[in-house]
């Protein structure tokens, strides 16, 4: 079955450098999630995307923004890139109120960003 | 306000050894969502399991099971005869029953799961 896919799988970028990470849902998925974890921590909601709309935010620093196309995949663009970013970022993926198991939250494999 | 609490930072078990992870979450709403997620030294993360608030049954896959207790808040996992691919992180999580938007979920601290063989 189709999972969740995450590009790049691992970037290292420099301080106050960009990033943009990609991530393309399940399909039939219309919602979309970002997650940061951390180092030895739990994963951290950022943001979601349902139908394009921004849907809930969580602890996302105003450098990051997100944003969801027409074809529901998602970027996270992370600019000033600090050290304190370093972390395996994580998309989801849910059928959204559409579909059945609406809530259950599939997760791409993650990109690991590390910045220098 | 929601929280997801894993007391058990470490476990460690030799190889056939039943293990409980334990779980306890906070939340006003009356409705809700539960799961268990594996996050294997590759580092992704694999949904398990996914309860309903309303769904109290205990259930059970292969060597896996799971106690809903709505009465403690209590939702804890169970492993039977463990194996040393067992070893991971392992994450109990919440989330809100959506009414108009997607629902993020809100993870516990994880418990980190060691099968020594």
């Known amino acids: 079955a189709a999972g969740v896919i995450q590009s790049p799988r691992h970037l290292i970028k420099e301080k106050r450098e960009t990033a943009t990470l990609k991530c393309y849902p399940i399909?039939?998925?219309?919602?979309v999630y970002w997650y940061q974890q951390g180092p030895g921590q739990d994963p951290q909601f950022l943001i979601s995307?349902?139908?394009?709309?921004?849907?809930d935010k969580g602890s996302i620093p105003d450098r990051f923004s997100a944003q969801q196309f027409s074809d529901y995949h998602s970027e996270l663009n992370m600019s000033s890139l600090e050290l304190g970013d370093s972390a395996l970022y994580f998309c989801?993926?849910?059928?959204?109120?559409?579909?059945?198991?609406?809530?259950?939250?599939?997760f791409g494999p993650g990109t690991r960003l590390t910045v220098l | 306000a929601q929280k997801v609490t894993q007391a058990q930072t470490e476990i460690s078990v030799v190889e056939k050894e039943d293990v409980t992870l334990d779980c306890v979450y906070e939340t006003r709403d009356t409705t809700y969502y539960l799961f268990w997620y594996k996050q294997p030294p590759s580092g992704e993360l694999v949904f398990l399991i996914r309860?309903?608030?309303?769904?109290?049954q205990n259930e059970i896959s292969g060597r896996y099971s799971w106690n809903f207790q709505k009465s403690t808040s209590s939702f804890n996992f169970t492993i039977t005869a463990s194996q040393v691919v067992d070893s991971a992180v392992y994450f109990c999580a919440l989330s809100e029953y959506p009414n108009s938007s997607a629902s993020k979920i809100i993870f516990g601290s994880g418990t980190r799961l060691s099968i020594r063989p």
């Open positions: 399909p039939r998925h219309d919602t």
């Open positions: 989801a993926s849910s059928p959204g109120l559409a579909g059945v198991g609406q809530d259950t939250q599939y």
């Open positions: 995307f349902y139908e394009k709309m921004q849907s």
């Open positions: 309860r309903n608030s309303f769904d109290e």
